[in-house]
Nanobody, 124 residues
Framework: QLQLMESGGGLVQAGRSLRLSCTASGFTLDSATIAWFRQTPGKEHEGVSCISSSEGSTWYADSVKGRFTISRDNAKNAVYLQMDSLKPEDTAVYYC?????????????????WGQGTQVTVST
């Protein structure tokens, strides 16, 4: 089964930046539409951003639009989420997964199993 791995989280002050990485073994990410999700305790996974497989089209949740940027590096078989101007409400565990395009805030289906995620904590 498709298994993706997230890294790059940490503890930062509000207004600072982090870059998350999504990688996979035995699977070429450039053939898939990849989305970043986040989850806080007691809540479902929330779609944050998505990049399509074919044209590299992107989608962002309204809450992160203008602050987060999703990108691919096919040579490194990775998808990144650059998070700037972080806010305390961005605190969550962040996950990546393969999804269908077009993607939206109400999209639910994923193709891979959920990894361990990477914790992002933004302090005031």
């Amino acid at each position: 089964q498709l298994q993706l791995m997230e890294s790059g989280g940490g503890l930062v002050q509000a207004g600072r930046s982090l870059r998350l990485s999504c990688t996979a073994s035995g699977f070429t990410l450039d053939s898939a539409t990849i989305a970043w999700f986040r989850q806080t305790p007691g809540k479902e996974h929330e779609g944050v951003s998505c990049i399509s497989s074919s044209e590299g089209s992107t989608w962002y949740a309204d809450s992160v639009k203008g602050r987060f940027t999703i990108s691919r590096d096919n040579a490194k078989n990775a998808v990144y989420l650059q998070m700037d101007s972080l806010k305390p409400e961005d605190t969550a565990v962040y996950y990546c997964n393969a999804v269908l395009w077009p993607f939206s805030a109400t999209s639910k289906g994923t193709f891979g199993s959920w990894g361990q995620g990477t914790q992002v904590t933004v302090s005031t």
